[in-house]
Structures are given as structure tokens and as C-alpha cells.
């Protein structure tokens, strides 16, 4: 008898799969991509009442990233209005009250280990203030300075040595040099299994006219810097399925799975 479940994820697969060889459709989501960020939509949005910049498609993806490989850290670079943070924190919490219901124990919020740890070169203080002051606060710790300065790699890479498993967010400044010693200083703390995910790589499928005010551009952007990063590191690969399942995501060839 076939069973239901393995049934509906098996057409679910070639349905995702087919979405790849569709060149049309996924023109189509190109071509909406562009239009929606030319129009700032992907300002539009809060997470339990922090904004975060991002498009819904990738808050889905991460929630079931963090669900399917259930971090107790999560790394971010780039913090910016916090709401992102706050997803993490909120997925982690979530976490920590299956785990609760699963073992039939007390649910203490502030006795879980797992946390999400941000960096950024500016901590606006109005920003600041709305995160300390937020409910899921307790799981968020925050580092000030540039993501690739030493003093903060050796920070970083100090507090990641105190978890089992660890998943990396790089979404800070965007140029192929900042992303590409990221990589080199962050992707290494990927815990096997887990997933080092590098926002922003749509820059290189965009005109070059979409960021006037910004240094990234195609040729100089995240996705250059993963190609570099993999050409010489085989411990991750491109998960394509990702992407091809969310069509629309700022994240194409960014979702990186540690292998070993």
C-alpha cells in the first residue's frame, strides 16, 4: 500500500524540480523579483513588531532550514532593525517548546543554551533599545563592530565553541571582499548538516542600475564571493532545491550545505 505521506512528498519533489526546467516561469519570477525590489517591497514586513528586510518566501525557507537542522546557535552579520534576530530567536524558541512538549518537562525560557548571536559595524541605538527591550531578548546577544575585524572573528569564533551545532547568516555589507572573508571566517563554524546561508546572491542576476547607491553590483557581489569561497573549500555545496522550490528569494545559490 503506498503510503500517503512519502506519496505527497514524492510529487511535491518533481513538482520543484520541474519548477528548474520551466524556463518561463522562472523568467516570470525574475522578472517580478526585480520589479518588487525596485518598489522597496521587501521593506514591508515586521516579525513579531521588528522590521526585517526581508521577502516572505525567505522567512519561510529559514523557518524550515532551522526546524530540519534545529541549530542551538544561529550566527547573523548584519543586524540593521533587528527583526531578523528576532525570526531566529523566535524559531529557536520554538525549538525549545517542541523539545518541552516531547519530553514532557517544564518549559523554562530562559534555561535554553540555544541563541542567536548578531554582529554589525553600527548598533543604532533606537535599534538597540527595541531589541533588549523585546520578549525573545533573553535569546539574543548582540556584537558591535565590523564582521571581519579580527577582534570580532576571535569573539565569534570564542562563543561558537561553546555550542554543538551552529548555522551562519551572512547579510551585512555586500561586496565580493566583505562576503568572500565572511566566508573564510564564518563558514568554517557550520556545524556538518547544518547550513551557512548567504543572502543577497541575486545581485549578480540583476541590472547593473538596481543598487546606484550601493558598491555592490554584478561581478561584485555575494554570489561572486561563493563561487570563490567554493572554489577552493569542498565542504559545502549549493543546495538548488531551495531556491528553485521559493523562486522568489534574495538567496539563489546562497543556501550552503556543510557536507564535511
Not at 127 to 155: C, F, T, W, Y
Not at 164 to 189: G, I, Q
Not at 221 to 226: D, F, R, S
Not at 237 to 257: N, R, S
Request: glycine fraction near 4%; charged fraction near 20%; hydrophobic fraction near 40%.
Amino acid at each position: 500500500m503506498t503510503n500517503p505521506i512519502e506519496q505527497f512528498d514524492e510529487e511535491r519533489r518533481q513538482q520543484i524540480a520541474s519548477y528548474a526546467r520551466d524556463a518561463t516561469f522562472m523568467a516570470q519570477s525574475q522578472t517580478w523579483l526585480e520589479a518588487s525590489m525596485r518598489k522597496r517591497y521587501v521593506y514591508n514586513f515586521d516579525w513579531l513588531g521588528r522590521p526585517i528586510i526581508q521577502y516572505p518566501q525567505d522567512m519561510v525557507a529559514m523557518q524550515e532550514l532551522v526546524w530540519a537542522t534545529r541549530p542551538d546557535l544561529i550566527i547573523e552579520t548584519g543586524i540593521a532593525h533587528g527583526g531578523s534576530l528576532v525570526l531566529s530567536a523566535s524559531l529557536l524558541a520554538m525549538l525549545d517548546y517542541c523539545d518541552a512538549v516531547q519530553t514532557g518537562s517544564a518549559l523554562d525560557p530562559r534555561a535554553s543554551r540555544r541563541r542567536v548571536l548578531g554582529l554589525d559595524i553600527d548598533i543604532r541605538a533606537h535599534n538597540r533599545a527595541a531589541i533588549e527591550a523585546h520578549p525573545l531578548a533573553h535569546k539574543i546577544e548582540m556584537i558591535q563592530g565590523s564582521s571581519v575585524a579580527p577582534d570580532v572573528v576571535a569573539q565569534v569564533q570564542a562563543y561558537a565553541s561553546r555550542y554543538e551545532r551552529v548555522m551562519v547568516c551572512l547579510d551585512s555589507n555586500h561586496t565580493h571582499e566583505h562576503v568572500l572573508a565572511e566566508l573564510r571566517a564564518y563558514a568554517p563554524l557550520t556545524t556538518v548538516g547544518c547550513y551557512c546561508v548567504v543572502f543577497d546572491t541575486f545581485v549578480e542576476d540583476m541590472p547593473a542600475d538596481l543598487f546606484p547607491d550601493r558598491p555592490w553590483t554584478p561581478g561584485n557581489n555575494p554570489k561572486t564571493a561563493v563561487r570563490a569561497y567554493l572554489d577552493d573549500n569542498t565542504a559545502f555545496e549549493i543546495d538548488t532545491t531551495i531556491p528553485d522550490k521559493l523562486q522568489v528569494t534574495v538567496a539563489p545559490d546562497g543556501f550552503l550545505l556543510r557536507k564535511g
